[in-house]
T-cell receptor, first 117, second 118 residues
Framework: AQTVTQSQPEMSVQEAETVTLSCTYD???????LFWYKQPPSRQMILVIR??????QNATENRFSVNFQKAAKSFSLKISDSQLGDAAMYFC??????????????FGKGTKLSVKP | NAGVMQNPRHLVRRRGQEARLRCSPM?????VYWYRQLPEEGLKFMVY????????ESGMPKERFSAEFPKEGPSILRIQQVVRGDSAAYFC????????????????FGQGTRLTVV
């Protein structure tokens, strides 16, 4: 079974600085997707960025980028120029591309990010 | 285009009562997923449904929990005889496509229903 591990329960960053959140996963599959979701206090799950395993190029979305290391099964999220609105729980998630349950996501336990003004 | 709508946002039930959580997927989406989030935890998959079919219920407890997604109307997650351990946030997500080789899919989440069992 696939697992997702986020080893940093909490992180803190100064406004305008850069922070990296770690995520590792375990799978025997070669085709899959990886995601980072943001959950602010409102509880809404917001997709931040996603990466297809078959793509070597790291995904980027404005201030958010990932470092995807397929061989190491590592998928870290870098937030540049951090803003107060970035404060939230961040969840790393895995989704298989096989079988009858392509849609269900496997989540890590999350990292709580605080942004200091 | 409204997003995934869940209601109620908050639900309080006494032990032994039934809880019914509703989820209306995004327009055009025919696949629904239910997740449970316990305090200080990530979301855990419960069940995956298409219209009128349960595709994968491997994450759902065998007893007291059931889910449906009828041809008309929202998806319903039903918890019978609730216990304190059922207190959690329950999230619904929907997507346009499911298994069958279509890989460019994305699941959109609702805001969740927070169930409190007293």
């Amino acid at each position: 079974a696939q697992t997702v591990t986020q080893s940093q329960p909490e992180m803190s960053v100064q406004e305008a600085e850069t922070v990296t959140l770690s995520c590792t996963y375990d799978t025997s599959e070669s085709d899959y997707y990886l995601f980072w979701y943001k959950q602010p206090p409102s509880r809404q799950m917001i997709l931040v960025i996603r990466q297809e395993a078959y793509k070597q190029q790291n995904a980027t979305e404005n201030r958010f980028s990932v470092n995807f290391q397929k061989a190491a099964k590592s998928f870290s999220l870098k937030i540049s120029d951090s803003q107060l609105g970035d404060a939230a729980m961040y969840f790393c998630a895995y989704r298989s591309d096989y079988g009858g349950s392509q849609g269900n996501l496997i989540f890590g336990k999350g990292t709580k990010l605080s942004v200091k003004p | 285009n409204a997003g995934v709508m869940q209601n109620p946002r908050h639900l309080v039930r006494r032990r032994g009562q039934e809880a019914r959580l509703r989820c209306s997927p995004m327009k055009g989406h025919s696949h629904v997923y239910w997740y449970r989030q316990l305090p200080e935890e990530g979301l855990k998959f419960m069940v995956y449904l298409q219209k009128e079919n349960i595709i994968d219920e491997s994450g759902m407890p065998k007893e007291r929990f059931s889910a449906e997604f009828p041809k008309e109307g929202p998806s319903i997650l039903r918890i019978q005889q609730v216990v304190r351990g059922d207190s959690a946030a329950y999230f619904c997500a929907s997507s346009k496509q499911g298994p069958g080789g279509q890989t460019n899919t994305e699941a959109f989440f609702g805001q969740g229903t927070r169930l409190t069992v007293v």
